[in-house]
Each structure stands twice: as structure tokens, then as C-alpha cells.
């Protein structure tokens, strides 16, 4: 009897002390994101060599996907960081309680832009970018737009995303919401009787139906720094981008990262969400991701200053406004351009 | 479709009187054991995600019924199916005329040529579709003519076989019928049912299409399975799903209790081969027949194999692929493992099903087995996220999901071996001395095993080509299987994605019509 009380004591505390280890340091850390995600091979290399931790990347579809899986497991996470969800996301991760707070460290200074799309002291702003309309200046029929008006009469030539399944389409809806308020059913009435195409997500639209792709179609909803990426890849090289971008109806998107409720190493997952917006991590964003690095104190590359159309004044909708209308504007914009 | 073990179920038959004499109480044993498995797998992993739908959806019913949007999907998926059992019907039956009436040189050929398609992977077959027709209703209507155009020359065919033999139509010129009296008055009357049978069982087919619809609807044209992936995954509006969801159970349990009768007496099993060589004009229906299945049923999946796949799409399979979550040919090999794991839970499952259909428990037993039938993939698989949710990370719902679906068909293939099992070769057994345990595995296990064999092999063809189900349950990389791959790959731009797909569709098919052979084989070899 004895010996049965000191073996299961022995046990428990054999357990015990296991548990406590494993809580302290885990050998790996998940890094939960989206399908576009992209940093450089050795983007990780810094944590592991001052943590010792190892960071595994795990895809969990788009970000649209990667938030309700998440909020479908809130509290008992498959991850112990998610990365990706962006403000037109980020009232849904809320409310489902899929993140433990944690803050921006103190020496961090964040880009002005990157706070301006939420007030949140939940997840942290790592990168941001600006949905815009991109066009081919060669293969334009006619001059430039210069305004979402403009895009009514040029709708044959344009391609956008589904909002429901696309992030770049869904900011595209909000822009116009923004911009022309309860009349944007009608102005995306006359876009599809113009003859929009609309695909699933940004990669069928950008290199499928855009110019860049062999497309026929010389406008396309993209990113505000897309040009920057066609200088970049242009082979043969090129000075210039063969893209312009419509400054007017652009909306801000950023991008957070946080610690996953229900982690078993909250102390290890948040040294790495520390660590997504220090300058090792965020110097990886620009040329990989194409949009803006979140601390205000990493240098952009020379091509990115160049190439990146700024963008004045932006679009934003709260995230909390954008939760609340989401479900009947998508499915009004579905019944309008789709059905 | 197999329908016969429902019938054939009426003969008294009990696990002691295929398995010798038995003590009462391992015979009650035998039966609780197999009760607990067949039945414990049913409602777990069928009526209770069921359940979920059904709780689920109670409290949004209103609001969905209350949309127009709701009603002109009910409206699409529903005329969609009529156009495309018409479609198939309309290539089909000069085909199954032709097959039914003559025999020539090629007959097998042309048998095979229309019957692959049928148990392809659908999104191979939409994929072929999509890269020769590109995207919209027509699309849609040809890939379920494909796919189903099968159906109507085995069916229609089979019967028509029966009718030609019986020499009514001869009969009927002798007496001086013209050719139209004779089909309006003799043949077409007595052809009709298996018409009938067939349009039927086309018409459930495509209104539970799900990823043709998918992948050929280009975000237009949506059906009520592809909104209830569209509420559940895309929108996150899990409510409206499940309403969805009943209505789509609904609707496929009536059509299938209506035309239960028609499917019943339209089916005929045994197929007589035509001893009538085509002659003079009679050639011309051969090479039309012929032009028909090798340029509208076969012609857009050779195109597509032809045309896109080759050494360096084959070899890319091992690379990995932007917007995919693993490499082709890891995905393949996902699929093979889930499809060997479904295959054995479902062949152990319905073993027990069919064991538990020969007690007192009979009538329970073909209930509980054949329920998945009337749940459509896509139910099923959203009722799994439902009632599984907190295992969702679990890469195993996918194949038990793939068992669910596929049990069917391990019963059709196991109950009939079952019932014409000659009980007096276990009793001469058991006269020479056997014990029970010799006489399982000397006597019973060789002569079943080649029927349960076949069940297996047909759960696994299943499990394959799966993707409703699947498409809900798979999260990253996780038990992504190849259709997965293939309909991410084809919802990427660029030729070299579209011709990787059509790579790994090629080696999916080429998997899967080797799973069919043995099976037909297995399936010879238990009925010689």
C-alpha cells in the first residue's frame, strides 16, 4: 500500500515538474498565418539564435479562413501565434476571444498609419499596405482613371476580386462603401452592367485576367506597392513600373499579429510577437510581402521608396463597423454583380 | 447504384445458418459485437453531425426561406439537374441502343469508354471540362453528362438487352409493324422503366454535384450544396448553412422516396450480351455511338491529359506550388492512406452490418447503413465541423468521413456474397469436426473475402475521388488530399498550375481504374 502511495506521488511529481518544464521553454513555437505569407529562409533565425526556440510556419488558408478556424478553436489553439489578421478581420478574432492581450514592447515607435486602423491593445499592427486600383498604362483603352467614378465607364476593362473570398476585394467593397456611402449598391450595379469580371481571390485576378498575367483586362484591384513588385521581378529589367495606381478610394489595410488564448507557452509566444516587429524580422517584410513594415524605425529599400505609390489619404472604416456590415454587404454585393 | 440487398434481405438468413451450428449465447455475442460496431459508427459519425445540422439550423429557418436569393439556388440546382440528366440521357441512349442491339468488333471498348468517366474523381472530369469549355451552365451540363452518361447505357441498356433478346420487336415486324409503331408501341413501353430509373438516378447524382459546380460555376452559378460551403467556410455564417443544409436533405429524400418504385422496377442486374451483327446501315449507329463516347463523353479528359500533361508536368508533381499547402505528390499520397484507412473502417463496419442485417436487428441494420446514401457528402462534412469542431485539428474525421460515404457500398458488395452463401459447406464442416473458430477461417473467410475485397476496394475508390466532405474538414496542411490539390491548383491562373492538376488528375485516374479493375475481377471471381 505503501509503496503504491509513493509511486503515485513519485508520478504526480515526475508529471508535475514535466508540465512546468515544457511551459517555460518549448523546443517549437507555431506560427499560424495565411496562405500569402512570406518572409526570406533565415526570417527566424534571430529568435531561435537568443531564444533557442525553433518557429514552425503553418498555413491555414486565407485570412478570411484562418479566422474562423481560429475562432472555432478559441481557447484551445492548434498554434501559439496567429500573424494575418487584418482590420477588416480583426472585430470577428475579437469577439471570438482568439487572442490573449499583449501589447507593443515600449521601445517599439509604430508608423502612424499602422495604429490608424484600430484602437486595439489586444494584437499588435506588424505590417500595413493600401488596397488600390491598379492599371497597365499601355494597354488602357483611353487615359487613366482618376477616380472610382471613372471606373463605371471602363468596368469591361476591370477586374476585381469577390469580396467573401478575398481580403484585397473585400477592402475594394469598403473603399466604395466609404466613399459613396448608402449609393454604393448603385455604383456597383452599373460597374457589373459595364462588364466587371470578378474572380475568387487576388492571384486569379492579377495573373490571370490582368495584362500582367496575359489577361485582357488592364485594370485590376491590387496594392497601392504592387508597381514596386513589378520592378523588382521585371525580366528583362526595368526603370519604371508599367503600372500606375489610382490614388483615389484606396483602403487602409494592416495587418496584426497576437498571442493565441490557450497556448501553453504565453510567455514564449509573446517574446514572438516582440520579435515580428523588431528590425531583423521587419526588414524581411517589404520585398517579400509588399507592404509597409509596421515600426516606423526600419529603412525601406531603395526600389520600395522609389516605386510605392504613397497614399494621402486613405479609406478606413473601424473595425467594429466593418464586423457589422460585412455579412449584409457581402451578400448584397453577391446578389448585385454575381447572381 | 446497386440496388438488390434491400430486397433480397426478406430471406431468413441468420449468422448461425451461414456459420454452422453455434452455441446460443456466442451467437448472441457475435451479434452484440457486430451491433456495437455497425450501429455505434452510424450514429456517431452520421446521425449525430446530422443532429447537429438539424439543432443548428432551427433557429435561422425563417430568415433563409424568407430570402428570394435562397429560393432562385433551390431553383438552379434543381433545373441544373433536369437539363443535365436530359443532356445525359440525350448521349446516352443511343449509346446503350447500340450496345444493347449489336455485337462487334470494339463492343467492350465502347462499354469501358462511356463507364470510366463514372467513377473518375469529379473534379478531374470538371477540370477536363473547364479547360475546353471554360466556365458557366454548359460546362456544368456537360460535365454531369460525362459523369453520368454511364448510368443511362448500363441501365437503360441493360434493359434494353433483355427486351431485344426476348425477340417482341422481330415478333412485332413479323406482324407487320414500320419501324416508329414498333418503338412507340413495343420497344420504347418496354425500355421506358429503365428510362425512367436511370433519369433518376442522374438526377440525384447532380443534385448533389458539388465540386463540378464548384470549379464550373465560376462564382456565379451556385447550387445549395455550394452556397452551404459558401455560408459555413467562406461566410462563417454556420446558421444559414445548416438551414441550407436541410434543404438540401429534403429535397434529395424526396425525390429519392418518389422515385424509389421507378428505381426499384426499373433496374435490371443481369445483362445479356446482342448476338445480332450490325449490318448495311446498322454501322452508321456503331460509328455514332462510337463518335459519341470517344469525342462527347471521353474527348475533354483526353484533351486534357493529351495537351497538358507530359514528363515535366509529371515531374513537377514532386515540387512544391505557391497558394498549396504541400506537393502534388504528397497530396497523393495522403489521399492513398486516408483512402486505405477508409476502406478497411468501412469494409469492418459493413461486415458487422451485414452480420447484424442476419438477427433480429435486420431491418435496423439496412436502415443504419444505407442512411449515408440520403446524406449528401457536403452535409455530412459540414456536420462533422458542427459536432467535431474541437477536432478539427484531427486529420482522422477526413477518413471516417470517406467510411461514412462509402459504407453503401461495401454492403452492396458484401450482402449479396452473404446471401448466396451455401450454408451446407459450413455444415459439412462442422459434421467433420471443425470447431466454429476452423470453420470461420477454413470455410467462411476464403469464400467471403473476395466480396469483401471488392467492398473495400469500392469504399476506397470513394474515399479517392472524395471532396465535399473533405472539403469542409481539411485546415492547412492537414489531410490534404489530391482532389484538395486539384481544385486549389485550378483555382490558381496559369497554364502550368492547370497542367500540373490535369498531372496529378491523370495519376489519381490511373489509380483509381486500377482500383476498379480488381475489383471487377474480385467481383467475376465471386459470381463464377
Known sequence: MLCRVTAMALAVALLASGCTDEAESPETLTLLTHDSFAVGDGAFDAFTAETGIEVEVVSGGDAGELVAAAVLVAGDPQADVMFGVDNTFLQRALDGDVFAPHSVPADVSLAEVATAAADTDVVVPIDYGYVCVNYWTDALAGPAPSSLDDLVGMADQFVTENPETSSPGFAFLLATIATYGDDWEQYWGELADGGLEVTAGWNDAYYGSFTAGGGDRPLVTSYATSPVAEVVFADPPVDAPPTGVLTEGCFLQVEYAGVLAGTDYPEAAGQLVDYLLTPDFQSEIPLNMFVYPANADVELPAVFVDHAVEIADPMVLTPAEIEQGRADWTQRWTEIVLR | MTAGPVGQASRPATFAEFEGPAPLGRQRLVTAAAASVALGFVAVLVWWPVAAVVVRAGADFGSVFGRAATWSVVGFTVAQAIVSALAALLVG????????????????????????????????????????????????????????????????????????????????????????????????????????????????????????????????????????????????????????????????????????????????????????????????????????????????????????VGPASLGALADRVPLVPVTPLAAMVTSLWIAAVAGVVAGFVGIAAVVLSRSAWGPVAVVSVLAPLAVPAVVLGFGYLLAFGSFRGSVWLIPLAHAAVGLPLVWSAVAPAVDGFDRRLTEAAATLGASPGRRLVRVVAPLLAPAVVAGIGLAAVVSLGEFGATAFLVRGAHGFTAPMAIFRLLSQPGDQLHALAAALGLVLSVVVTLVVALVDRLDRTTSS
Not at chain 2, 436541410?246 to 442486374?269: D, E, K, N, Y
Not at chain 2, 448476338?275 to 469525342?295: I, K, N, T
Open chain 2, 93 to 308: 441512349l443511343p449509346i446503350a441502343s447500340t450496345l444493347a442491339r449489336y455485337d462487334f468488333w470494339g463492343r467492350g471498348l465502347l462499354r469501358a469508354a462511356v463507364t470510366v468517366p463514372f467513377v473518375l474523381p469529379t473534379l478531374v472530369v470538371a477540370g477536363a471540362v473547364r479547360e475546353v469549355l471554360g466556365t458557366g451552365v454548359v460546362p456544368i451540363v456537360v460535365a454531369h453528362m460525362v459523369l453520368n452518361v454511364a448510368v443511362v447505357v448500363r441501365v437503360v441498356g441493360a434493359r434494353w438487352a433483355v427486351v431485344e433478346a426476348s425477340g417482341v420487336a422481330e415478333a412485332a415486324a413479323t406482324l407487320g409493324l414500320g419501324p416508329l409503331a414498333r418503338w412507340r408501341r413495343v420497344t420504347g413501353p418496354l425500355i421506358a422503366p429503365a428510362v425512367a430509373a436511370a433519369t433518376v438516378v442522374v438526377l440525384l447524382f447532380c443534385l448533389t454535384s458539388f465540386g463540378t459546380v464548384l470549379v464550373l460555376g465560376g462564382g456565379r452559378r451556385a447550387t445549395i450544396e455550394t452556397e452551404v460551403y459558401r455560408y459555413a467556410v467562406t461566410r462563417g455564417e454556420l446558421d444559414v448553412a445548416s438551414a441550407l443544409a436541410i434543404v438540401q436533405v429534403a429535397l434529395v429524400a424526396v425525390v429519392a422516396l418518389v422515385s424509389r418504385r421507378s428505381v426499384a422496377t426499373g433496374v435490371t442486374l443481369r445483362v445479356r450480351r446482342p448476338v445480332r451483327r450490325p449490318v448495311g446501315a446498322a454501322w452508321f449507329e456503331v460509328v455514332g455511338a462510337g463518335l459519341l463516347a470517344g469525342v462527347v463523353v471521353l474527348g475533354p479528359l483526353v484533351w486534357w491529359a493529351g495537351s497538358s
